[in-house]
């Protein structure tokens, strides 16, 4: 239990981490890299590199200063954050660790302004938050132990299978020959690959793109390129060109909380962009199988038909379901068909506006950003509440009212 002088001095800091919070992470995560570079085996260079890390940190502690006195209002963010940790091998450990770099990074940005009670009382409340996160996160190493496996474990390769001309599958077995345990549709795998041009372990996490129950796991990775893309196509690129049928990746347990709910037959939308496609096919494929009578609305957004994965596995899944139907969208290249749902241009929500403000619907979105905030405000100006609304991030989540629908 924080105590009032505590909970006082945080919340009157919360003002300063609006305005320099990204500066406060950026160093934090320097200044422990060069201590600790073996934390670089756990983290997306990528995601530093761009400032993603970065700035979700930032949102974090500032949304802990503001709801220091609150912390269950957190929950639901903690829960996500956990998630991932989870899927990355973050352990309890590893918490002193950031506490210690983190006030290290308050007292030096901050200067005089970083007085000897504000960093107590910092130190004090990032216990009390760290506490939060081992709590909730040991509870998923030990349900994940008990149904999956603990750590990573070694998949084989079984096939690869190109799917548009930038996505390509891999469907993955155990290569000790075990079962694949059940997944929620939605959820991700962290996989680990051990590249030898590069200095640490990589890891990616990718969106399971197959129902469960499957004998297999499979994957869809975008081919990341172009020369401002040289670092974050790494493992993209070497997934597509150097590994095939018979080579071997690590991957951890099915993580994350961007699921379907199966628990009722309501109408969905299911609203991707590029490769956020993913998690979608996921979804439909287990409505197709287990719930072919709930009514489903595939939307999806792409550059091009060439670039458009899974439009035969689409056809087909939405074929076996009593009311399902797809409208996607191309940038570029379409001769304008309404008899199948072919448009160019973004996609406008307007021309559902008279279906989608009941109340039983539920709208799933991913894809970059800028689509998914575009999405998401258009939802809510036609009406539908926030909490029928989900989305998931690739990467560390940001604020999307600071995106730029682009």
């Known amino acids: 239990m924080l105590s009032q002088k505590t909970i006082d001095i945080v919340k009157s800091t919360a003002p300063v981490l609006a305005e320099r919070g990204t500066e406060i992470t950026t160093y934090f995560y320097k200044t422990m890299f060069e201590a600790h570079p073996e934390l670089l085996n756990i983290f997306n260079s990528v995601n530093q590199k761009k400032g993603r890390q ?10 802990a200063a503001t709801y220091i006195d609150q912390l269950e209002v957190l929950l639901p963010t903690v829960k996500q954050i956990a998630h991932k940790h989870r899927s990355l091998n973050v352990k309890k450990e590893h918490y002193p660790i950031v506490g210690e770099f983190l006030l290290k990074a308050i007292k030096d940005v901050l200067g005089d302004a ?56 891999f469907y993955l077995e155990a290569q000790d020959g075990t079962s694949i345990p059940y997944f929620q549709p939605g959820q991700y795998v962290t996989v ?22 499957k004998n297999y796991l499979r994957i869809s990775v975008k081919r990341e390129s172009g020369e401002h893309l040289v670092e974050e196509g790494i493992v993209s690129n070497y997934l597509h060109n150097q590994l095939t049928a018979g ?15 199966s628990s009722n037959e309501n109408p969905v939308y ?5 490769v956020g496609i993913t998690p979608m096919i996921s979804m439909l494929n287990d409505i197709a199988e287990k719930q072919p009578k709930r009514p489903v609305t595939f939307i999806h957004a792409a550059k091009s038909a060439d670039v458009h994965a899974f439009k035969q596995e689409i056809e087909v899944k939405l074929n076996k379901l009593f ?25 406008d929500l307007t021309k559902f506006k008279n279906e989608l ?3 039983e619907n539920s709208f799933y979105i991913c894809g970059p950003a ?26 560390p989540s940001i604020n999307l009212k600071e995106t730029q629908n682009t």
């Open 54 to 63: 970065q700035t979700a940190l930032a949102n974090t502690v500032y949304a």
């Open 114 to 169: 970083a007085t000897q009670d504000v960093l107590e009382a910092w130190g004090e409340a990032y216990g009390v938050i760290a506490q939060v996160f081992i709590d909730v996160e040991e509870e998923m190493y030990e349900t994940t132990k008990e149904v999956a496996w603990e750590g990573f474990k070694n998949f084989r390769i079984v096939k690869k299978e190109k799917e548009s001309e930038i996505i390509t599958s």
């Open 192 to 213: 680990r690959l051990n590249i030898t041009s590069e200095t640490h372990l990589l890891n990616r996490q990718y969106s399971l793109s197959d129902a469960p129950g």
């Open 247 to 261: 080579d071997t990746i690590e991957l951890t347990a099915p993580a994350g909380d961007f699921v379907i709910d």
């Open 270 to 274: 299911l609203i991707s962009g590029g």
């Open 323 to 347: 009311n399902g139907r797809k409208y996607y969208y191309y940038d570029q290249g379409v001769n304008v068909d309404l008899e199948d749902n072919i448009f160019e241009g973004r996609v």
């Open 357 to 359: 403000i009941h109340k």
């Open 370 to 395: 800028p689509f998914m905030k575009s999405m998401i405000d258009q939802l809510e100006s036609l009406g539908v509440r926030e909490e029928a609304i989900r989305y998931e991030f690739f990467g």
